[in-house]
């Protein structure tokens, strides 16, 4: 066990808490990968950028595994204990999608989307054109709850404890809101928006927030 994880043990123990793991390779990722396709069906950007809902789950579980395959390697994917909720972090200093990753994105979007895949790589320029470079800080790249799970408060309880985490760091957070019914929720946590920008064509629209240290 190392000094995060017996942290959040000693919390769990006098308080209660939320009980999370870290996500390793393997059988797990590829169902926190499924978690998060899932939980990203409905959202208002993501069904945007992958329109056709017959195809949207498979081509939600290669993107996605995409993103779980870069990022797992950084031991900062959290799941909670059920699998209700997963939480996927790149911390400061380390890239969102390795070299090899980063080449695969373009052709695979291509590949799952033809000719709409211009307006998504258009999208994708606007998040990386909008990410803060000024200080290190923790960026949670991916936050989804399970829908049979939805309406319980474990994905707003797991990004709570992994800022306790962050917090004991010094270190700030920032995230993007894909769907704006969840500003107030990031708000609640300590998150204010910073900026904001539009898919092509205008809408959906994505909040840029930022969360200092407590």
Same mark, same amino acid.
């Given at each position: 066990m190392d000094l995060d994880e017996a942290r959040l043990s000693l919390r769990e123990h006098h308080r209660g808490v939320? /009980? #999370?793991r870290r996500v390793r390779r393997g059988i797990e990722a590829d169902r926190v990968t499924e978690l998060f396709a899932l939980a990203f069906y409905e959202d208002p950007l993501w069904s945007w950028a992958f329109p056709d809902p017959d195809k949207r789950m498979e081509q939600h579980r /290669?993107? @996605?595994?995409?993103?779980? &395959?870069?990022?797992?390697?950084h031991e900062w994917?959290?799941? #909670? %204990?059920? =699998?209700? /909720? /997963?939480? $996927? @972090?790149?911390?400061?200093?380390?890239? *969102? $999608?390795?070299d090899e990753d980063e080449e695969k994105a %373009?052709?695979?979007?291509? *590949? $799952?989307? =033809?000719s709409h895949a211009a307006d998504v790589l258009t999208?994708?320029?606007? !998040? *990386?054109? &909008?990410?803060?470079?000024?200080?290190? &800080?923790?960026y949670l790249s991916l936050l989804g709850t399970h829908p049979d799970h939805r309406g319980q408060g474990k994905g707003m309880g797991l990004l709570a404890e992994n800022l306790t985490l962050i917090d004991e760091q010094g270190m700030p957070a920032?995230? %993007?809101?894909?769907?704006?019914?969840n500003d &107030?929720?990031? %708000?609640? $946590?300590? !998150?204010?928006q910073v900026g904001e920008f539009a898919a092509p064509g205008g809408s959906p629209t994505v909040a840029c927030m930022w969360r200092e240290p407590r």
């Open positions: 939320l /009980a #999370t /290669a993107w @996605w595994g995409l993103y779980m &395959h870069s990022a797992v390697s994917v959290w799941v #909670t %204990e059920e =699998g209700g /909720a /997963a939480a $996927l @972090w790149i911390p400061p200093g380390k890239p *969102e $999608l390795s %373009e052709p695979l979007l291509r *590949e $799952l989307l =033809g999208l994708i320029d606007s !998040f *990386e054109s &909008h990410h803060p470079a000024e200080r290190p &800080h923790y920032y995230l %993007e809101s894909s769907n704006r019914a &107030h929720r990031y %708000e609640r $946590l300590g !998150f204010t």
